[in-house]
C-alpha cells in the first residue's frame, strides 16, 4: 500500500508522516534524503553530469524502521543531514533529469514496501496511483508559529518571526509556481486543514479514512 502526504512547508507532512508509519506500521520515505543523495555524490563527481550518471548506484532500503541511504554499497546516511547540502539539495531537485532519475527509485520502493511518502509533489507526480492521498495545509500564520517555534528549539535562538513568515510565503509562491512538479492538491487527495490540529490529531483523521489491504509482506 501507498500513503502520499503533500503540502507546503510547515503543514506538519514529515512529523505526520513518521507517526502515521508508526501507528499502521509502514515504513516513512523521506524523499528529502535522495535529493540530498544526489547532492552529496555531486560532490563527490565534482559535477552534476557525473552524479546523474551514477545515480543508479543510490540505493534506499530500511533498516530497524529507520531509512538507509547508501552510495556504491556505502551507508551515506549520516552524512546527508550536514547544512552544506541544505541547498545543494534544494538546487538538483530542480533539475528534471534528476527527478526522473530518482522516481525510479522510489517506484521501486513503492512495490516492495508499504510506505507513506511525504513531500510536494507525492501524490501528483511520483505516486499518482497511490491508494490514499493527503494534503496538508494551515493558514501562513499558524505555519510561521510552527516554523518559529522550530527554529528556536534548534538554535535557541529567538526568531525573527516576521522574516520567517515572509520567507514562507515566497517560497510557498515558488513553490505552487515552479515548472517542474509544482505544488498543487493531487487529484483524488483528502485536503486536511491542521491549523487548529496536533500530530496525533491530524494523524487520528487520517486513520479513519484508512482502510489497510497489505499489499506487500515486508514490513519495519
Known amino acids: 500500500m501507498i500513503i502520499t502526504i503533500d503540502g507546503p512547508v510547515a503543514s506538519g507532512k514529515s512529523s505526520v508522516a513518521q507517526l502515521l508509519a508508526e501507528r499502521l506500521g509502514f515504513y516513512h520515505v523521506n524523499t528529502g534524503l535522495l535529493y540530498r543523495a544526489v ?37 551515506i546516511t549520516p552524512y546527508l543531514k550536514e547544512a552544506r547540502f541544505d541547498q545543494a539539495a534544494s538546487r538538483v531537485s530542480a533539475n528534471p533529469l534528476v527527478r526522473k532519475a530518482l522516481l525510479e527509485v522510489q517506484h521501486a520502493m513503492g512495490k516492495k ?6 513531500g510536494r509533489d507525492c501524490g501528483s507526480v511520483v505516486y499518482p496511483d497511490a491508494d490514499y492521498k493527503f ?9 510561521t508559529v510552527r516554523m518559529a517555534k522550530y527554529l528556536c528549539q534548534k538554535t535557541g535562538k529567538i526568531q525573527d518571526v516576521a522574516a520567517i513568515g515572509a520567507h514562507i510565503a515566497e517560497r510557498d509562491t515558488r513553490d505552487s509556481e515552479r515548472a517542474i512538479a509544482p505544488l498543487c492538491v493531487p487529484a483524488g ?3 486536511i486543514d ?5 500530530i496525533e490529531q491530524t494523524v487520528d483523521v487520517m486513520v479513519g479514512y484508512i482502510k489497510i489491504n497489505n499489499k506487500k509482506e515486508k514490513q519495519p
Open 39 to 75: 547532492a552529496y555524490v555531486e560532490c563527490e563527481k565534482l559535477s552534476l553530469e557525473a552524479a546523474l550518471d551514477d545515480i543508479s548506484s543510490i540505493t534506499y532500503t530500511f533498516q530497524n524502521g529507520q531509512p538507509v541511504v547508501q552510495y556504491r554499497l556505502q551507508d
Open 194 to 198: 491542521n491549523g487548529e490540529m496536533t
Open 189 to 191: 487527495a483528502i485536503v
Open 135 to 143: 494534503f496538508l495545509t494551515a493558514p501562513l500564520k499558524t505555519r
Open 113 to 118: 514496501f508499504n510506505i507513506i511518502a511525504d
